[in-house]
């Protein structure tokens, strides 16, 4: 029997042990703070990351793929380990160069790997990850299980509600005037992937109670049309465990056959999109292949 390795990136945000659990490889992506690099879940946590940008509001932390040499020396202890290829699934390109460097680095030592671009991130990531296991266990070979991922891949949905327009200030990525203008209104906007994982505007509301509407209303749209996988949908948040848990109320209320799991972000959503941000992430119904 093969010896198959399983390698992702911090961006699937595992809870802390998860990952070695289901003995997936992960490789962090790397947190800039005042010039110095912190690994994410490595050296910083997302706990840790918020008290230091509540400690200096100076502070624009900002997010770099994980380093070529990261994932060469995996791969070359890979080889050495016996592993005969590898399975990779990363955080978009749309966002991150992570996946081109994980091929390339794969490429250089040989070490054999099937490789996705997922197109997503979070969650969604997490569930490629257990879907290939799955299917490697019913026994499909490497073409069959790259081909349901790429199926998968294309039925994702994310949206992703931005929780704190001060840190986006911060950095830059919006203007002092739409700052203000969106705390005088208290706009929360809201993004999604698109059918190319880029992030892209999906809409902008008043208040986070309207945020959440307009979510249950997509939730229901999207998954009277298309279903669940796995009857799942997941809740993402960077310490908004109480947001999180009404969003959850609200989905279940309009859906009491969906299980809706809570996860955390980590700290590399916090970077970006602020505290008190939420997200909702699910796959169409699609049925796995059997051998």
Excluded: C
Excluded at 157 to 173: A, D, K, P, Q, V
């Amino acid at each position: 029997m093969d010896k198959i390795a399983w390698i992702t990136d911090s961006m699937a945000f595992f809870e802390p042990g998860e990952a070695e659990k289901i003995g997936v490889h992960v490789i962090p992506t790397l947190l800039i703070l005042n010039g110095e690099s912190y690994r994410e879940y490595v050296d910083i946590s997302i706990e840790q990351l918020n008290q230091k940008m509540q400690d200096d509001s100076k502070i624009s932390p900002t997010t770099s793929q994980p380093s070529f040499g990261d994932f060469v020396t995996l791969y070359e202890q890979l080889l050495e380990d016996g592993y005969d290829y590898g399975y990779a699934i990363h955080i978009t390109s749309g966002l991150s160069g992570t996946y081109s460097s994980s091929v390339a680095a794969a490429e250089a030592v040989g070490f054999p790997l099937y490789a996705i671009d997922s197109y997503t991130g979070a969650a969604n990531q997490q569930e490629l990850v257990r879907i290939a296991q799955r299917l490697v266990a019913a026994g499909n070979d490497p073409k069959e299980v790259m081909s349901t991922l790429e199926t998968f891949k294309h039925k994702s949905h994310f949206y992703l509600i931005i929780g704190n327009m001060e840190t986006m200030r911060r950095s830059g990525r919006v203007s002092g005037s739409q700052f203000l203008l969106a705390n005088m209104l208290n706009i929360k906007p809201i993004v999604q992937f698109n059918e190319e994982g880029q992030l892209v505007p999906f809409k902008k509301v008043r208040s986070i109670k309207k945020a959440f509407k307009e979510m249950v209303t997509e939730i229901t749209s999207k998954v009277t049309a298309q279903g669940v996988y796995d009857r799942t949908l997941y809740i993402g948040h960077t310490l908004a465990h109480t947001a999180a848990e009404e969003l959850k109320r609200l989905i279940v209320t309009e859906h009491p056959e969906i299980n809706v799991r809570i996860t955390q972000f980590g700290p590399s959503i916090l970077a970006h999109a602020g505290a008190e941000t939420v997200g909702v992430f699910w796959f169409d119904d699609i049925s796995l292949p059997t051998t």
